[in-house]
């Protein structure tokens, strides 16, 4: 299990700059608890082990999916080499079940509870409606700057996808952002 071999791959270089940087985490997580345990010896009884230590259903199916992908790398690379790994053993670790209908989307009436909590000026109201205004991730609101604004617009490349977007900004949010001083945008 402690083999590094697939983050020096193919496939995992074709990987975004962040859904490597999240991969690369999982897996040293991984690597750290199953490390010194030997690959082939393992059963679905140690998935559902190493699923237990991660608090909630989304990232303990995470772990089972992570091991999975190792596996298939791995029964690849022997394949290559003429043996046989067997059975992959997440198959037997029952996937824990998620909540349905992910999370919850606010109501008109939460934003607007939001929006009074946190008045005019504040980082919270900014971000808020920077979000609501173009559907950012996280990821890239964090790098937006005054240069991703442009006659009325937010134009911004997504960075796990690297597709563009160009968003007219509304009025709640052209007003926000005038209430920034000039060589400050977030």
Same mark, same amino acid.
């Given at each position: 299990?402690?083999?590094?071999?697939?983050?020096?791959?193919?496939?995992? $270089?074709?990987? !975004?700059? !962040?859904?490597?940087?999240?991969?690369?985490?999982?897996?040293?997580?991984?690597?750290? %608890?199953?490390? &010194?345990?030997?690959?082939?010896?393992?059963?679905?009884?140690?998935?559902?082990?190493?699923?237990? =230590?991660?608090?909630? &259903? !989304?990232?303990?199916?995470?772990?089972? $999916? /992570?091991?999975?992908?190792?596996?298939?790398?791995?029964?690849?690379?022997?394949?290559?080499?003429?043996?046989?790994?067997?059975? /992959?053993?997440?198959?037997?670790?029952?996937?824990?079940?998620?909540?349905?209908?992910?999370?919850?989307?606010?109501?008109? *009436?939460?934003?607007? *509870?939001?929006? /009074?909590?946190?008045?005019?000026? @504040?980082?919270?109201?900014?971000?808020?409606?920077?979000?609501?205004?173009?559907?950012?991730? =996280?990821?890239?609101?964090? $790098?937006?700057? =005054?240069?991703?604004?442009?006659?009325?617009?937010?134009?911004?490349?997504?960075? $796990? @996808?690297?597709?563009?977007?160009?968003? &007219? %900004?509304?009025?709640?949010?052209?007003?926000?952002?005038? =209430?920034?001083? !000039?060589?400050?945008?977030?």
């Amino acid at each position: 299990m402690g083999d590094p071999r697939y983050l020096g791959s193919d496939r995992f $270089k074709g990987l !975004s700059e !962040s859904r490597g940087r999240t991969l690369r985490f999982a897996l040293d997580w991984l690597r750290e %608890l199953a490390g &010194p345990l030997p690959f082939a010896k393992f059963e679905g009884r140690h998935v559902v082990e190493l699923m237990k =230590r991660k608090e909630g &259903p !989304s990232a303990a199916n995470a772990v089972r $999916k /992570n091991f999975s992908m190792l596996w298939r790398f791995a029964q690849n690379d022997v394949e290559g080499l003429g043996m046989k790994l067997g059975e /992959n053993p997440a198959r037997h670790a029952p996937k824990r079940k998620e909540r349905p209908g992910g999370f919850h989307t606010w109501t008109g *009436q939460e934003m607007t *509870q939001f929006l /009074n909590a946190h008045g005019p000026g @504040t980082k919270a109201r900014l971000v808020f409606l920077l979000a609501l205004n173009t559907g950012m991730a =996280r990821i890239d609101l964090v $790098k937006l700057s =005054r240069g991703n604004i442009r006659d009325g617009t937010i134009r911004y490349d997504r960075q $796990k @996808t690297g597709v563009g977007g160009v968003y &007219p %900004l509304s009025v709640l949010l052209m007003e926000e952002l005038a =209430r920034l001083p !000039s060589d400050q945008f977030m």
